[in-house]
């Protein structure tokens, strides 16, 4: 009988050092791309409008993604796959503490560029939101093994575009990526350990 080899990442594993760095130096470089697009482009940056309404509207749309995002991993098979090969690579390495900069960092970083200025920049129209997304699922490629991740990313990314645009406030989707990512990284960490308790 043929053992089924574990898939090993195309990219090395790393330390908890290099995980935290890389999360910094991405969230920077989206955050300088940004700015130099708002700075050069004829275009209007959504609103940043702090109010409950909105809050609560990011917090239930977070919820929602990471639901849906548990339901995928269940059914579909190629996801789970990659999700586990996707966060064994990025979450494994940290510890519990640091899963607040995985919600912080990408939150911010990728929905002021995304949905803050590629979307306006692209019109904010059906185009707008299909291509940002898929700049969005692009940016999650971290494999040739990795394309039902990037599906998933790129459908999110629809989500998130769509509440940008419906509530014209840039709160609403940096909140959902915020309680997704750390939604989905706490129960994802909890269930490894698990795993290794019962070993």
């Not at 898939?7 to 920077?28: D, H, K, N, S």
């Not at 004829?42 to 919820?63: I, K, M, Y």
């Not at 909890?190 to 290794?196: C, D, G, T």
Request: charged share 10%; with cysteine; aromatic share 12%.
């Amino acid at each position: 009988m043929i053992e089924q080899q574990k898939q090993e990442p195309e990219i090395p594993y790393l330390t908890r050092i290099q995980v935290l760095g890389a999360m910094g130096v991405t969230a920077i470089i989206l955050l300088i791309v940004a700015k130099l697009l708002l700075y050069f482009g004829n275009f209007s940056l959504f609103s940043w409008d702090l109010n409950q309404r909105e809050l609560l509207l990011g917090v239930g749309l977070g919820f929602l993604i990471t639901a849906l995002s548990g339901l995928t991993y269940r059914l579909w098979t190629p996801y789970r796959k990659s999700a586990d090969y996707y966060l064994q690579v990025v979450l494994k390495p940290l510890a519990l503490p640091d899963l607040i900069w995985l919600g912080l960092l990408p939150g911010l970083s990728e929905e002021l560029l995304f949905r803050g200025v590629i979307l306006p920049a692209l019109g904010s129209d059906i185009t707008a939101v299909i291509l940002s997304s898929l700049c969005f699922g692009i940016l999650h490629f971290s494999g040739s093994q990795q394309w039902p991740y990037v599906i998933w990313a790129t459908i999110v990314g629809m989500i998130l575009a769509y509440s940008a645009l419906l509530t014209g406030n840039l709160l609403v989707p940096i909140v959902a990526h915020m309680i997704t990512n750390w939604i989905s990284s706490y129960f994802w960490k909890m269930w490894q350990l698990r795993r290794l308790k019962n070993k």
